[in-house]
């Protein structure tokens, strides 16, 4: 019997929009190249550091800087922390309310949990994402497992066995729902039942709600 929902945060509720966050990171910032750590599913080299919690937000700002061109316009290019938090930020969209319906919907069943390769810059956007459609992030889910914070993401096992010990949960009795094919591989491997959420064709409340029958048709 399911018990638990697990929810992966950017593609499956939040949609993204990597075009928009690469753009501004040229115009605004003068980071051209931000493209190369930058992925929808999991982040690499100094970003996959941040979003790991090793190193801060100053000092991935910092790191930032350091890449940047140093002129726009003939002057020596002075990057505010706000607009290299701005542009990072692009590369989140409003939540559409259909998702938060969903989520209301299955809050009073399941116990519901989100499990996200994130930062604290992200984090501080989302939870403004989530009040401007009039809820707390927490109100939403029993516990946020987040990357920053646990110091691992996925698709490695740790923190999905970490947030299984913390959350007191049987993989057998979850579900968890994400658009990376890496991390469904590791949530299959460790027993979880799983959907592979396609963003731009799925709609979040009919995967759920189909997966779930089948579950549940099959004795589990």
Known sequence: MIKNLIFDLGGVIVPLNRIACLRAFDEVVGYKDFGEVLNSYRQIGFFEKFENGEISANKFRQI???????????????????????????????????????????????????????NPI??????????????????LFETLFLSYKMKCGKPGEKIFNDMAKKAKID??????????????????????????????EDDLYQVVTRKLSELE???I
């Open 171 to 200: 993989p057998r009795e979850s579900l968890f729902i994400d658009d990376s094919p890496a991390n469904i591989e590791t949530g299959n491997r460790l027993g979880d039942h799983t959907i592979l959420f396609r963003p731009k």
């Open 122 to 139: 992200g984090m501080a956007k989302v939870r403004e994402l989530f009040k401007d459609k009039g809820y707390k992030i927490e109100e």
């Open 217 to 219: 048709e099959s004795g």
């Open 64 to 118: 930032i800087r350091i890449n940047a061109s140093p002129i726009k316009d003939g002057q020596k290019r002075v990057i505010k922390d706000s607009q290299i938090d701005y542009s990072l930020n692009r590369f989140l969209c409003d939540i559409p309310q259909d998702k938060i319906e969903t989520l209301l919907f299955f809050k009073g069943e399941y116990r519901m949990f989100l499990l996200s390769n994130t």
